[in-house]
């Protein structure tokens, strides 16, 4: 269940109430400060119809960290999935409104950056589709195991197949989704627990190596008016469960780092860094996402030597000199997948240090192309466009000649890419 979202007017009772909060942090020693949110200033009456006491964790169990301590752990002491490998693999954050649909939001965000980590496949998923059609109730919300379930059997659509209209917090029909839902829809291949109502920091932190994590974690008054540091609760007012993404940790701070769904006005730009000592159960049950593996391409000779042969029409009756030795070349391929809306490297090296004319020859329905290759470079990379690859079967070629015109060529090879 999640929290209905509005801005009230301005109020001095609320810049007090924040007054005695950030007081209440500060006699904590805690490493956070409150404000005003876009949740902050509903009243308690608002905030506890849109809770759901059955998606609460159990916010007192403790994280289970080894006796030797965090440095005992082989994973990265941090990890941010804004900023791996130089990169952010997530998508804007967005904002639920006035509907308890922040599973839906949890769980679009999480796949739209599996599928980026996995496939570097950027969509815009619909958490209204997968809320409304997944059977999702504003004044009652969702829940995670069912999310997968239906990520698993169903899949989600794009944005545009049925945008985003809850936000005033009344339900929307699924049947207001596009006619070819079924094929716009992705899905999950499968998905797992890391965690099991127990919180273990290992098993998180191991899983968030390889993507964002759905979790649920306990709403208390407090959290409501985060607005940045390393939030541990201070407040004993439960409002209800909510479902959040964890999307990294810092071991040496010692927090795990969560996105939201109550837009950017909230938290640190729709982020926020939780305590690992905090209590609000966060990472109690978490849920990791698997997709599909990216199309492979069928590329029979990787990795092995090309076998060239003499193209006696082409040495106009001249046997070749008995000093010559055939070029042994390899054409091999950097992974074994590639998107389709990505090109496909090859990389030909040339083993022996052939020194003349080297063409890398590819026909496609009828058409040849070549590509004439610097020489006698020792290792050359070929680009192909995938989307074409994708088309049909190639068939391709390398052949050589040296300075006194003979010419040798490879076996012709076909490229294919599995449906």
């Known amino acids: 269940m999640c929290l209905l979202l509005f801005v009230a007017p301005f109020s001095w009772a609320e810049v007090d109430s924040i007054k005695v909060l950030n007081k209440k942090i500060q006699d904590s020693q805690g490493q956070w400060v409150a404000g005003r949110t876009s949740v902050s200033d509903l009243s308690w009456a608002e905030k506890r119809a849109m809770m759901d006491s059955s998606l609460l964790p159990h916010p007192e169990v403790q994280f289970e960290i080894p006796d030797e301590g965090i440095k005992a752990f082989a994973t990265p002491i941090s990890i941010d999935w804004r900023n791996k490998d130089g990169k952010s693999w997530l998508t804007p954050i967005r904002h639920q409104g006035s509907c308890g649909s922040c599973l839906a939001f949890a769980a679009t965000a999480t796949l739209e950056a599996q599928y980026k980590i996995t496939q570097n496949k950027s969509y815009k998923l619909s958490p209204q589709f997968l809320f409304s059609c997944g059977g999702g109730v504003c004044k009652k919300g969702w829940y995670p195991n069912q999310a997968a379930k239906f ?24 049947s207001r989704a596009c006619g070819d839902s079924s094929k716009r829809a992705v899905k999950i291949s499968s998905f797992s627990l890391p965690t099991d109502n127990a919180r273990n920091l290992s098993a998180i932190r191991e899983a968030l190596q390889r993507g964002p994590l759905v979790t649920t974690m306990a709403a208390y008054n407090d959290f409501m008016n985060y607005r940045g540091g390393i ?19 810092n071991d040496k701070d010692r927090y795990l780092i969560i996105r939201n769904s109550w837009g950017t006005s909230w938290g640190e730009r729709g982020y926020g860094r939780i305590s690992y000592d905090d209590t609000s159960g966060i990472g109690a049950t978490t849920w990791k996402y698997e997709v599909p593996k990216a199309k492979v391409f069928d590329l029979p000779i990787l990795n092995a030597s090309l076998d060239f042969q003499v193209e006696k029409e082409a040495l106009s009756g001249r046997q ?21 809306t990505d090109s496909f490297e090859l990389t030909l090296k040339n083993l022996s240090g052939f020194n003349g004319e080297i063409t890398f020859h590819q026909r496609h329905e009828g058409i040849e192309k070549t590509i004439q290759l610097n020489s006698p470079a020792t290792e050359l990379k070929i680009r192909l466009n995938s989307n074409l690859l994708a088309a049909g079967d ?23 890419m599995e449906p």
């Open 231 to 249: 939030y541990k609760r201070v407040s004993n007012s439960l409002v209800g469960g909510h479902a959040i993404v964890i999307i990294g940790y």
């Open 151 to 174: 990520l698993l059997n169903t899949g989600v659509t794009d944005e545009s197949c049925l945008p985003y209209m809850s936000s005033g917090g009344s339900d929307i029909s699924c």
């Open 394 to 416: 190639w068939e391709f070629y390398v052949s050589a000649k040296d300075s006194a015109g003979r010419v040798i060529t490879s076996e012709k090879h076909v490229l294919t």
């Open 320 to 340: 070749p000199a008995g000093n010559l030795a055939e070029p042994d070349f390899m054409l091999t391929a950097p992974v074994p997948s590639k998107n389709a």
